[in-house]
């Protein structure tokens, strides 16, 4: 089981640039998640997708889309990428969360991304 | 609006040393709370917690939640240099099926 893989690990964007952050789990799970990290602010949800199909905007979700393409990928996309972007992206699974007994989100390596 | 806060943001202190690090929140509907140990890359699940006063512990890693006053707190004893990392503090939301986290505590242990 690889777990939850994200590609690119790295990324340097010009100013108005787009790209897609891709994310896909082997573990069968129904949830998946966007985060971003910058310092001294933890984790930020950007959109989720609570299910196949269905997608939820976070706290941060200007300036992202999302695509859940099936169970298994969750893919997040900037259109028009700007300064502020720049962070540290980490997508997420988990069981669906409501079962108190399923609890654990399992998070990918991170994407580091720079927009200059 | 949900909000989980960390304190203190950063602690530096001596291998051996014992540390606390806290975690307060305000959330609609509260299931359960969750710690996590960030090292270079991605977080990694260390207790769940759901139950007011009931210690969660692993090995030189314990929590307990306090729901009445809305806190948690993760105590490390004998604290080595492995230990140094970011701990994140998160929140689930029954019905909103997502985590909220806090910013995080960076915990420096020097030898």
């Known amino acids: 089981n690889a777990g939850v893989t994200q590609t690119p690990k790295f990324q340097v964007l010009k100013t108005g640039q787009s790209m897609t952050l891709q994310c896909a789990q082997d573990?069968?799970?129904?949830?998946m998640y966007w985060y971003r990290q910058d310092p001294g602010m933890g984790l930020r949800l950007i959109y989720y997708?609570?299910?196949?199909?269905?997608?939820d905007k976070g706290e941060v979700p200007n300036g992202y889309n999302v695509s859940r393409l099936n169970k298994r990928e969750f893919s997040l996309r900037l259109e028009s990428a700007a300064p502020s972007q720049t962070s540290v992206y980490f997508c997420?699974?988990?069981?669906?969360?409501?079962?108190?007994?399923?609890?654990?989100?399992?998070f990918g390596p991170g994407t580091r991304l720079t927009v200059t | 609006e949900d909000k989980v806060v960390q304190s203190p943001l950063s602690l530096v202190v001596h291998e051996g040393d014992t540390v606390t690090l806290n975690c307060s929140y305000e959330?609609?509907?509260?299931?359960?709370l969750l710690w996590y140990k960030q090292e270079k890359k991605a977080p990694t699940f260390l207790f769940m917690l759901?139950?007011?006063?009931i210690e969660k512990k692993s090995g030189r890693l314990s929590s307990i939640l306090d729901k009445k006053e809305l806190f948690s707190i993760l105590n490390i004893t004998a604290t080595q240099t492995g230990d140094s990392a970011i701990y994140l503090c998160?929140?689930?939301?029954?019905?909103?099926?997502?985590?909220?986290f806090g910013q995080g505590t960076r915990l420096t242990i020097n030898p």
């Open positions: 573990m069968n799970h129904n949830s």
């Open positions: 997708s609570a299910s196949e199909g269905t997608t």
């Open positions: 997420a699974s988990s069981e669906v969360l409501r079962r108190e007994r399923i609890h654990e989100q399992y």
């Open positions: 759901t139950s007011s006063g």
């Open positions: 998160a929140v689930l939301n029954q019905g909103a099926q997502k985590l909220v």
């Open positions: 959330v609609t509907n509260f299931r359960s």
